[in-house]
């Protein structure tokens, strides 16, 4: 499949539409919860030693946790900013190490750690 197929420009006007009516808490949640599914497609690129998905995925991982590290405001929350850029450069040096060295094992830390954060905002956004 193209990424011309119709299905593909629906899917992305879908988005668009939610990106545009979200809240920003709404968006670092969809950011998260595309973070861990990209971090999935990236552990079966290096499981089955697709190169080239392996490289574009573990720069959109590293690009989404920019995004996510850039959103923090430490105004809001000090310890907070903190922790949380401590997760997301932790995760990217994870996601490095697992790339260069074909190893599963630092994505599944960074999974590990990412899952808890999406269901804070998941929680944060239900209350």
Request: net charge negative; proline share 4%.
């Given at each position: ?75 809001v ?10 997760v ?40």
């Open positions: 499949m193209s990424n011309n197929h119709p299905f593909h420009a629906y899917q992305e006007a879908s988005i668009d539409a939610k990106v545009n009516v979200a809240s920003p808490q709404q968006l670092m949640l969809m950011l998260t919860r595309e973070l861990i599914h990209s971090l999935i497609r990236l552990k079966a690129h290096i499981e089955y030693e697709r190169v080239e998905g392996k490289v574009k995925e573990s720069d959109r991982c590293m690009e989404m946790l920019v995004v996510l590290e850039h959103a923090l405001d430490p105004e929350d000090l310890e907070l900013f903190e922790n949380c850029k401590q997301y450069r932790f995760s990217m040096g994870n996601i490095l190490r697992a790339s260069v060295q074909n190893d599963l094992a630092p994505l599944e830390e960074v999974i590990s750690l990412i899952g808890p954060l999406k269901q804070t905002w998941e929680q944060a956004l239900a209350s």
